[in-house]
């Protein structure tokens, strides 16, 4: 299948910093890209869909001025949590559509101290 | 009623086992199917992708959809300790703006 790196795989920072998450498509061009949180033990939960080059659509309860996402190209996007808290700590994975297929990234883990 | 609905488990079978897993769903607009693999601490794996009702067999998986139910299973045959994983069923619209809805997930346990 297609490939999905996401850097970095995890992230210790410090209550009020913020932090990006980058997210590639290796070997296929992704139009849409997806960012999800997961909490232990639940399954995944939708933060918001990106487009290249277009604005993202966040899902509701999804504060877009605290995750700031950024697709730059077809094969690329950021997510930023900005001012980062303790309650943001979370597995965030990525997820890139190629075709009618969607291919996710191995995630990212966030602890904020 | 949730629109994707999945036994959360866990599914304890010995190794060499066949292995079913099923998801029910409500929203008859859903068109792909998709099923992922994810271990601990990693993000989920595709597994199987189908298009609309029938069945598709890749190595020891085969998926199957009946849309007339609204039920969708995949089996493992010969499953391995390797298996040992969570399985998502997911499931998408017609639409290329269609996102995944995804069931909470199966804890499947392999024992060797």
């Known amino acids: 299948g297609a490939v999905v790196s996401q850097h970095p795989s995890w992230v210790i920072c410090k209550s009020g910093t913020s932090v990006k998450i980058e997210c590639r498509s290796l070997d296929f061009q992704a139009t849409t890209m997806f960012w999800y949180r997961q909490f232990p033990k639940q399954s995944l939960m939708l933060m918001a869909t990106s487009n290249e080059g277009s604005k993202a659509t966040y899902e509701q309860g999804v504060e877009k001025d605290k995750f700031l996402i950024n697709h730059a190209s077809l094969t690329l996007s950021t997510l930023t949590v900005t001012s980062a808290h303790p309650e943001d700590s979370s597995f965030y994975i990525c997820?890139?559509?190629?075709?009618?297929?969607?291919?996710f990234g191995p995630g990212t883990r966030l602890t904020v101290l | 009623q949730k629109e994707v609905e999945q036994d959360p488990g866990p599914l304890s079978v010995p190794e060499g086992a066949i292995v079913s897993l099923n998801c029910t769903y409500s929203?008859?607009?859903?068109?792909?199917f998709m099923w992922y693999r994810q271990y601990s601490r990693k993000g989920p794996e595709l597994l199987m992708y189908?298009?609309?009702?029938g069945n598709k067999e890749d190595g020891r998986f085969t998926a199957q959809v009946d849309k007339s139910s609204k039920y969708i299973s995949l089996f493992i045959r010969d499953s391995q300790p390797s298996d040992s994983a969570t399985y998502l069923c997911a499931m998408r619209g017609n639409s290329g703006y269609s996102t995944l809805t995804f069931g909470k997930g199966t804890m499947l346990l392999v024992s060797p």
């Open positions: 189908t298009y609309s009702s």
């Open positions: 929203n008859s607009a859903f068109q792909y």
């Open positions: 997820s890139a559509k190629g075709g009618a297929e969607q291919f």
